[in-house]
């Protein structure tokens, strides 16, 4: 049972088609490609019936906490997947992942079974829990190209591009589909790393005008949804 934990910064930036080229010709003497190159990542979002947790994610609260399960491409039952446990405290993201078949994290999600023991395990058991009855939310698939530093270490940049979010046919073994999240010509940049930006990146951005933004794909999504739910005079329960 493969298992990872992640304790990083991550800093997103909108940009576009045009200025992720400009950069990534720019990252090429410090940063590698990863090693699949641009990959298809889906992520099936856990909620509570009236959505407690997105909802408290965006009042920007200084701990919040979400749960997904993540697949790197279309998905089968006996495929390995990561049951995402992920923690933000004061701008400091903590991650916990297992990796298992999708038939068995989605029969443990659904209380139907049990996985192996493990300190990672008993955390993402408390949080399902805690916020009892959780059930999938929303799927957002995506693609994905990502960068590691060539002296190693920690940092890392992603582009993520293509993103699509939907509220039903809520599996990972489905086909990718639904709507698109953001223009055609928009590129979702995400900066992981342990401490500071290096120099020679800050610098590019800056000269570029490319500063942060906070910028939650699930929680955009979210949005849109309410936004329509009011606008056809439908209420949700808060």
Same mark, same amino acid.
């Given at each position: 049972?493969?298992?990872?934990?992640?304790? %990083?910064?991550?800093? *997103?930036?909108?940009?576009?088609?045009?200025?992720?080229?400009?950069?990534?010709?720019?990252?090429?003497?410090?940063?590698?490609?990863?090693?699949?190159? @641009?990959?298809?990542?889906?992520?099936?979002?856990?909620?509570?019936?009236?959505? %407690?947790?997105?909802?408290?994610?965006?009042?920007?609260?200084?701990?919040?906490? *979400?749960?997904?399960?993540?697949?790197?491409?279309?998905?089968?039952?006996?495929?390995?997947? !990561?049951?995402?446990?992920?923690? *933000?405290?004061?701008?400091?993201? #903590? *991650?916990?992942?297992?990796?298992?078949?999708?038939?068995?994290?989605?029969?443990?999600?659904?209380? %139907?079974?049990?996985?192996?023991?493990?300190?990672?395990?008993?955390?993402?058991?408390? !949080?399902?829990?805690?916020?009892?009855?959780?059930?999938?939310?929303?799927?957002?698939?995506?693609?994905?190209?990502?960068?590691?530093?060539?002296?190693?270490?920690?940092?890392?940049?992603?582009?993520?591009?293509?993103?699509?979010?939907?509220?039903?046919?809520?599996?990972?073994?489905?086909?990718?589909?639904?709507?698109?999240?953001?223009?055609?010509?928009?590129?979702?940049?995400?900066?992981?790393?342990?401490?500071?930006?290096?120099?020679?990146?800050?610098?590019?951005?800056?000269?570029?005008?490319?500063? @942060?933004?906070?910028?939650? @794909? #699930?929680?955009?999504?979210?949005?849109?949804?309410?936004?329509?739910?009011?606008?056809?005079?439908?209420?949700?329960?808060?």
């Amino acid at each position: 049972m493969a298992q990872h934990i992640f304790e %990083r910064y991550e800093i *997103k930036f909108l940009i576009t088609r045009a200025q992720k080229a400009r950069i990534t010709a720019a990252m090429a003497q410090y940063m590698r490609p990863d090693a699949y190159g @641009k990959s298809r990542i889906n992520s099936l979002y856990f909620d509570t019936p009236d959505h %407690r947790l997105i909802r408290r994610s965006l009042e920007k609260p200084i701990y919040k906490e *979400k749960l997904r399960v993540r697949s790197y491409g279309t998905a089968t039952p006996d495929s390995t997947v !990561f049951v995402e446990l992920k923690k *933000k405290y004061r701008s400091v993201v #903590y *991650k916990r992942r297992i990796g298992l078949p999708e038939a068995q994290v989605m029969a443990f999600l659904g209380g %139907r079974e049990t996985i192996p023991d493990s300190q990672i395990a008993r955390e993402i058991a408390y !949080f399902t829990q805690y916020y009892a009855p959780i059930q999938p939310s929303m799927l957002l698939s995506y693609e994905r190209e990502a960068f590691y530093g060539r002296e190693g270490g920690a940092f890392r940049v992603t582009f993520d591009e293509a993103i699509y979010w939907r509220e039903n046919d809520l599996s990972l073994c489905s086909p990718v589909g639904g709507e698109m999240l953001l223009d055609e010509d928009a590129v979702l940049m995400e900066v992981k790393c342990a401490g500071a930006i290096p120099l020679w990146l800050m610098s590019l951005l800056s000269e570029m005008q490319i500063y @942060k933004t906070p910028f939650s @794909k #699930y929680g955009t999504a979210y949005r849109i949804t309410q936004q329509r739910r009011t606008q056809g005079g439908i209420s949700y329960v808060e």
